[in-house]
């Protein structure tokens, strides 16, 4: 199965998006090149964008390899994919305010009843509860997979604290540093305004009664949390503060944050501690990375909480292979974006299916994340296979299975000059009183040849990404 | 507006990385009298491990005061929270913590010399090169002052970085006056000894003002001058009038900004007021020592109050 390279596929010859690009490349010293390779580590080194990997023993800090090949995408195939997603985060939007209100779409039995009783991800504590301008899930990174020329389908929604956005924005910044002539020769769509987008974002969900410039805050497990880097990087970039469980505590009814002058209230909390830990009070009582009280707060309406909590019921695994009928109910539209055709093992038909076809088809666990706890079938040995079978038969509902997809490539550069490599695609989707979605988003990219894993825990890199302005 | 803990965290950065500065000088001066000296140098090592507040520790842990044992243990040791590179590695690591208050230039030195200085101090030190680290500890904590003064904003941030800084500073120049006091004391008999020498230029060497004492006194070293120099004189650097100069005035800032008067600064102005009112001959006459164990203590002490002021914790 040859993959659909992005800049050279096999039949067609160099893409349209790629001309320009390709143009200057003919023309650069391979060794200056290299050399620029090793400019972007020095850089990211020096900055400080790193990220801890759990489970290693060394807890040290690593860097996310970034690779200097952007990965470039038109304006009228980014246009097409913007129509699909804002389709895609309307709907899980509508979606969240149903179940926890109403709950038509249980009602019409589009999605199982059971499905959402059972699941972790849904907290019954959210049930009738009304966030700030009816939004639930603020900031959604979707990720998107490409197998053709025409073909994209969505992989994954994230919808409750999707991380990588501080990528996005370094990858580009290292790359206007290290290739400024490039970006003189070539129209590419500015990311840089993210952060102030996110701001404004933010401000525009603030609670009701809350006149003028709210103040705002990010809310970290703190420093030792794989992703503190973006949490500090998005509020210095927001210009809000940087706040630990720690800083926080219920004042008057209020979320209030300790500064040298006594305790400030806080209006909206961008949250990147999930939801289990975000108040011992109603959750995780050992937690101590969030704050006492703040759900009661939440319900009071006097603190806005992005993402809101419980938004996780709509990214769930199991969840996903409905979004095709979700969408459908609540916008009254086919689907832009498709999803991967997903067997759910729950369902006995499917599980038959599953079991017979381990070697062909990638299997996730429902709650998972990251790339840990899957089966990658074609690459798995027969020990593997049969190991993964059995648990497999011990909790199906622990599962879901879809084919393996020849994900697209991009070429890095190796030693040995260009080589493709597989890539997926994270857009940054902004939801509050309209959507905004910033043209890019984050390129992982697997390093390791022939690899389908593009997790950054896993010997994933980044690339830029470039959305072409023509 | 600034959070408590980001306070706290600006404040402990600067105090570390004066810190990680102060040890380099420390055996830099140490490692002058043992080079300069034939006698057994062990006895000067102990002073400078008690200058660094640090000689327990290492006594549990060496027998023999040699320069490779000091310096090893002062320098490169993570058990001893104030070898430098455990003093930088705080430092950064408060740093990272407050990365939101730091200009990017200040940040990236910091964590520059956190990478510099755990590759330089990785592994033992070898004796022919340890000029060079002491050299490449006080040029990575010079880089960060430099970013720092040429990029920050002087608003609360820095105001509550430079109390770390000053804090730190004044602690450290009264305990190596305090470790020496004897040598300065003008009772003692064998005055202007060579020995005597060594000691008064180690003291001023360990403040890095042996070459400017001489711009302010004579040439000759002098027992009373030294003191006076590196407590009294408000223009010396390194001085404890200095430190406490700014450290009334940054907190003179912070009371106008916060439209309040602290207890902190009332102790800071309270002692600037004392230093100034003060000539040397009087700090002699009451006792060398107990001037600096009272000050020391004190100065322990606006610590305290400033972080109780400002919501550290």
């Known amino acids: 199965m040859v993959a659909f390279d992005e800049m050279l596929p096999a039949e067609a010859g160099l893409r349209r998006p790629y001309e320009a690009y390709d143009g200057w490349l003919k023309n650069q010293d391979p060794a200056r090149l290299t050399e620029k390779m090793r400019d972007a580590e020095r850089v990211f080194r020096k900055t400080g964008i790193t990220f801890a990997v759990y489970g290693e023993q060394e807890a040290s800090e690593r860097l996310i390899p970034f690779d200097i090949v952007p990965r470039i995408i038109s304006g009228n195939e980014w246009r097409r994919l913007t129509q699909g997603i804002e389709q895609r985060v309307q709907a899980l939007n509508a979606f969240l305010d149903d179940i926890y209100h109403r709950q038509e779409i249980l009602r019409a039995g589009r999605v199982p009843r059971e499905l959402i009783a059972t699941n972790e991800a849904f907290l019954p504590e959210m049930i009738g509860v009304r966030p700030p301008a009816g939004v639930y899930t603020h900031i959604i990174g979707v990720d998107i997979v490409r197998i053709a020329e025409n073909e994209f389908y969505v992989l994954e929604d994230n919808a409750r604290t999707p991380s990588g956005v501080s990528y996005m924005l370094e990858n580009r910044e290292t790359m206007l540093q290290l290739f400024p002539e490039l970006f003189q020769r070539i129209k590419v769509q500015p990311v840089e305004n993210y952060p102030q987008l996110l701001r404004q974002s933010l401000a525009a969900v603030r609670p009701n009664g809350v006149n003028g410039t709210p103040t705002i805050a990010v809310l970290t497990p703190g420093s030792f949390n794989s992703a503190y880097f973006e949490h500090a990087f998005l509020a210095d970039q927001m210009g809000v503060q940087l706040v630990e469980g720690q800083d926080l505590r219920v004042v008057d009814g209020h979320v209030a944050m300790r500064t040298t002058e006594g305790y400030k209230r806080i209006d909206v909390l961008y949250r990147r501690v999930d939801d289990a830990y975000l108040d011992p009070m109603t959750f995780r009582p050992d937690s101590t990375l969030g704050v006492p009280g703040i759900m009661d707060v939440y319900r009071a309406g006097n603190i806005t909480i992005a993402n809101a909590p419980g938004t996780g019921i709509a990214d769930d695994k199991a969840i996903y292979s409905y979004m095709p009928e979700i969408i459908e109910f609540y916008t009254g539209r086919k689907p832009i974006l498709g999803n991967i055709p997903t067997w759910r093992c729950s369902e006995p038909d499917s599980l038959k299916y599953v079991q017979e076809h381990l070697g062909e088809l990638v299997i996730k666990e429902v709650h998972g994340s990251g790339g840990y706890g899957m089966l990658v079938g074609p690459a798995a040995s027969k020990k593997e296979r049969e190991e993964f079978s059995k648990k497999l038969a011990a909790r199906p509902s622990n599962y879901i299975a879809q084919p393996t997809l020849s994900l697209s490539t991009c070429p890095i550069l190796t030693e040995k000059g260009l080589a493709p490599r597989h890539v997926d695609l994270r857009p940054f989707v902004l939801v509050s009183d309209r959507i905004r979605i910033v043209p890019g988003g984050l390129t992982r990219v697997a390093l390791k040849e022939g690899s389908l894993v593009v997790n950054s825990s896993q010997g994933g890199g980044t690339k830029d990404t470039w959305v072409l302005d023509d | ?313």
Do not use: C
């Not at chain 2, 027998?63 to 455990?86: G, I, K, Q």
């Not at chain 2, 022919?128 to 490449?136: F, H, I, S, T, Y």
């Not at chain 2, 711009?215 to 009373?224: F, G, I, L, Q, S």
């Open chain 2, 1 to 313: 507006m600034l959070l408590g803990r980001t306070a706290n965290g600006l404040y402990w950065m600067n105090r570390y990385i004066e810190r990680t500065e102060n040890m380099a000088r420390l055996i830099d001066a140490g490692l002058r009298i043992a080079l300069t000296r034939s006698q057994d140098a062990s006895e000067e090592w102990n002073s400078v491990l008690l200058s660094a507040g640090a000689a327990s520790a290492f006594a549990a842990k060496h027998n023999d005061y040699t320069a490779e044992n000091v310096a090893d243990f002062l320098l490169r040791d993570m058990s001893n929270p104030s070898s430098a590179v455990a003093a930088i590695e705080t430092a950064r690591n408060n740093a990272r913590m407050v990365r939101t208050a730091l200009t990017r230039e200040t940040w990236e030195s910091i964590n520059e010399a956190w990478m510099s200085l755990k590759r330089v101090l990785a592994s033992p030190i070898d004796q022919r090169e340890l000029p060079g680290v002491l050299d490449a500890i006080k040029r990575e904590t010079a880089l960060i002052r430099g970013s720092f003064y040429g990029t920050m904003l002087r608003n609360e941030i820095f105001d509550f970085a430079q109390l770390g800084t000053y804090v730190e500073r004044a602690d450290n120049t009264a305990r190596i006056l305090d470790v020496k006091y004897y040598v300065l004391l003008p009772s003692i008999s064998w005055v202007g000894s060579s020995l005597d020498n060594y000691q008064w230029e180690s003291i001023l060497r360990s403040v890095a003002a042996h070459r400017s004492y001489r711009w302010v006194y004579e040439a000759e070293y002098k027992p009373t001058n030294i003191a006076e120099y590196l407590i009294l004189n408000a223009r010396m650097p390194r001085s404890l009038s200095f430190s406490y100069r700014f450290l009334a005035e940054h907190l003179k800032f912070l009371g106008e900004d916060y439209g309040a008067r602290h207890p902190a600064q009332e102790i800071a102005e309270r002692t600037y007021a004392r230093l100034r009112g003060t000539e040397i001959k009087d700090i002699f006459e009451t006792g060398l020592h107990e001037f600096l164990a009272d000050f020391i203590r004190d100065n322990n002490r606006l610590g305290d109050q400033v972080a109780q002021d400002f919501g550290f914790y």
